[in-house]
Each structure stands twice: as structure tokens, then as C-alpha cells.
């Protein structure tokens, strides 16, 4: 069965601080992993990655991909309160469905 | 440009009965997929439409049931309500779905309550 597991569930850290965010996948034909952002409404959407090795970066966030470790890692640095939200990985698979991890519950404290 | 919109935004009903939702897409896009968010599941998916047909569907009982209009609109239906189908239903458009490699968009969600 397909599924993404992401980690830790929950984490607290202080303003300024640098936090990665981990999600690894056991999917047949993988096709692209997302990254989402949800605060108190819909997921906003952060990266697509789909090659191995290749950073993906906005602003003061980054991801990249390991298809052959098959996992991926979102990395803010100098956090901010407005950080604080649950952050979302989705894996879509070639027969066009998406799994989804239940998310890491990130809290910044300032 | 308008983003996803979905009607209604909160829900009550009763079990045994049945919910339509409605989710208008963005402008020009052809794809709606749609969710389920639960605390204990998380978000899974249920199914996408694309220009009027159903694409894929996710493990979801045939109580689940969708459609999409010429316009892009669609709707999902949820026959015989259960306890445990209370949960916030979101909507996400994009321009080819999920096989292609743009973004999908969501809309705010539903939140449905049965009683």
C-alpha cells in the first residue's frame, strides 16, 4: 500500500530558528513529491520536486528530493510566527492519484 | 483572477441523510479534485474530474460520488451520511489535474458536521 510518513508530528521552536521538516514515501511509479503549507484554511501550495538532488528555494525556504533514499526535507531558516502552520507532503503516483503524510503541526514561538 | 470557491462553507446534517457540495474551479482550469480532511486520516483523496469525466477515484465508499458540469464546476455528493464523514471537504483546481506538473489550487473547504 502506498503510503507518506512524514516527521516529527509536532514541533515547537523559537523565532529565528532554522527547522527541517522530514517526509519519506513507499509509493509504486512515483511521479512527483508536493510540499504544502495549511494554516487555519486550505493548503497553500510551496514546491513541487521530481528530480533527486536539485534544491528548490523560496525566500527562506528550500526543499530537495532523494529518490533513491526516498524522502524529502523542508528546511526554513530564521523562522518567523507567521511560519506557524501545518506543513503538508504529497506524493502523486502515475496512475494520477496523491497520498498525502498527516502533516507536521510546526508552532514558532516568539 | 478569482480564486477556488466552494459552497456551501459550513454544513450540518443528520445521519442516513445525503450532502451535495459545490466547488467552482479557477478560470480556464479543467481539473477538480477533491478531498477529505479528518484530524485522525488526515487528508486523502477522492477523486478528480476532467472535462465532465472522472479521472481516479481514491478508497473511498460509492456513497462518495461526484460530477462536473461544461463549465468546470463540479459537485460532490455523499449519500446515507455517517458520523465519521464529518470532516472538511476541499476542492483544488488546476489546469491538466494531477497528470500534469502544474500546481493545483484549493479552495477554503467545506466543513461538514453530522449529527
Known amino acids: 500500500e502506498d503510503k507518506v510518513v512524514q516527521s516529527p508530528l509536532s514541533l515547537v521552536v523559537h523565532e529565528g530558528d532554522t527547522v527541517t521538516l522530514n517526509c519519506s514515501y513507499e509509493v509504486t511509479n512515483f511521479r512527483s513529491l508536493l510540499w504544502y503549507k495549511q494554516e487555519k484554511k486550505a493548503p497553500t501550495f510551496l514546491f513541487m520536486l521530481t528530480s533527486s538532488g536539485i534544491e528548490k528555494k523560496s525566500g527562506r525556504l528550500s526543499s530537495i528530493l532523494d529518490k533513491k533514499e526516498l524522502f524529502s526535507i523542508l528546511n526554513i531558516t530564521a523562522t518567523q510566527t507567521g511560519d506557524s502552520a501545518v506543513y503538508l507532503c504529497a506524493v502523486r503516483v502515475r496512475d494520477d492519484k496523491i497520498i498525502f503524510g498527516k502533516g507536521t503541526r510546526l508552532h514558532i514561538l516568539p | 483572477k478569482a480564486g477556488v470557491t466552494q459552497t456551501p462553507r459550513y454544513l450540518i446534517k443528520t445521519r442516513g441523510q445525503q450532502v451535495t457540495l459545490s466547488c467552482s474551479p479557477i478560470?480556464?482550469?479543467?481539473?477538480v479534485s477533491w478531498y477529505q480532511q479528518t484530524p485522525g486520516q488526515g487528508l486523502q483523496f477522492l477523486f478528480e474530474?476532467?472535462?465532465?469525466?472522472?479521472?481516479n477515484k481514491g478508497n473511498f465508499p460509492g456513497r462518495f460520488s461526484g460530477r462536473q458540469f461544461s463549465n468546470s464546476r463540479s459537485e460532490m455528493n455523499v449519500s446515507t451520511l455517517e458520523l465519521g464523514d464529518s470532516a472538511l471537504y476541499l476542492c483544488?483546481?488546476?489546469?491538466?489535474?494531477?497528470?500534469?506538473?502544474?500546481?493545483?489550487?484549493f479552495g477554503p473547504g467545506t466543513r461538514l458536521l453530522v449529527l
Open positions: 478560470s480556464g482550469h479543467r481539473s
Open positions: 483544488a483546481s488546476s489546469l491538466a489535474g494531477l497528470a500534469g506538473l502544474e500546481t493545483q489550487y
Open positions: 474530474y476532467f472535462s465532465e469525466t472522472q479521472r
